[in-house]
């Protein structure tokens, strides 16, 4: 459904315009539509609606403000009684290019309209950089192969801490198909494990490190009480809190918020979590894909939700010891699917099966290195 209205522009081209593209937009038989056969069109993305500008002499529909084709959650044509549209708006639903035709037909008549993307970059978000991005990618995980590539990851293993403590190497807890790796969360009905639930999750320590540069990995999991999927990254060296921990995206229950949190000497031992600020939360469409990413570079770090800026935490000046240990050493990253916790609560097993799955992960250096 759609709510409230922010009017963007919006072109269609027909004529000459669409004659060089090989379409060719007219009237025929009986008109029935009027001079404004479209009376408003409404996009859908990052929980507003662009409104586009319609040009009804040039039959072009203009938006700006989406950089994304798959960023676009709805589309709504408001048109006479009776019109079909073709292609339905709605079979283009995460796979919006920068410019798609419809063709409207109303008892006898049809005519064309093109809508354009003003701001388009792309059709989906987590592509390779723009050429003009400062970032260049230097290794990917994109699950595509039959198995977990185990030269880079290693099933995480169950220890005291809340975060691990239903963790289990069972292969049913790891499904590799159509490009994602799921990691579930399930009941436990193996009567020689102590644990209530078990969990998957896995993590490149030991094996892949992350210096100076940007992770990002775009993934999706479901919402349940106790369930508590995270993306995380932690130091290489040193004990907790001094090496760093990087939350990019931590989720609970049945929360319509995400949290971002850093946590250092200075933020959790000494307690300053305001100057400058280690935690934030943000809003996503849950039922969807979509990429986090942190980037540490230039004494600060960058924490992104679909490339929006959701926290940024900067090394302080004059330098305090233990407050930006992220510059000093390497990180591993952690994707894991924890039930139960102090913080998230107790679970309800009636609510499982959950999952956090992940379509790929990226790494990427700064061009200048």
Known sequence: MI?????????????????????????????SLSDQPVRDVILQAYGKNYHGYIDHRLHTITVGGIQYGSDVTDIAFVCPD???????????????????????????????????????????????????????????????GDQIDWTTWSKTPRSTPDWCNTMSDADELYQLKDGVLKLRGIKNNDSTDPSPYLTGGIWTMQKKNFKLGKVAVRAKFSSGQGFWPAIWMMGKEGKWPDRGEIDIMEHLNHDPILYHTIHTDYTYTKGNKTNPPSHSTSRINLDEFNVYSVEVVDGEVIVRVNDIVTLRYPK????????????????????????GGNWVGSVDPSQLPVELEIDWVKYYEPKEQ
């Open 82 to 144: 009776k019109t079909e549209i073709l292609p339905a708006p709605t079979s283009l639903l995460g796979k919006l290019p920068d410019r798609q035709l419809f063709t409207l037909n109303r008892g006898n008549s049809k005519v064309d309209y093109q809508l354009i993307l003003t701001d388009y970059k792309g059709t989906k978000r987590g592509d390779i950089p723009d050429e003009d991005s400062p970032w260049r990618l230097v290794w990917s995980d994109d699950f595509d």
């Open 3 to 31: 709510y409230n209205k922010l009017y963007i522009t919006l072109i269609i081209a027909i004529s000459t315009m669409f004659a060089a593209q090989g379409c060719n937009p007219q009237r025929t038989g009986n008109p």
């Open 316 to 339: 302080v000046t004059p330098a305090v010891a233990g407050q930006f240990p992220f510059d000093e050493q390497e990180f591993y990253l952690i994707l894991s699917a924890q039930l």
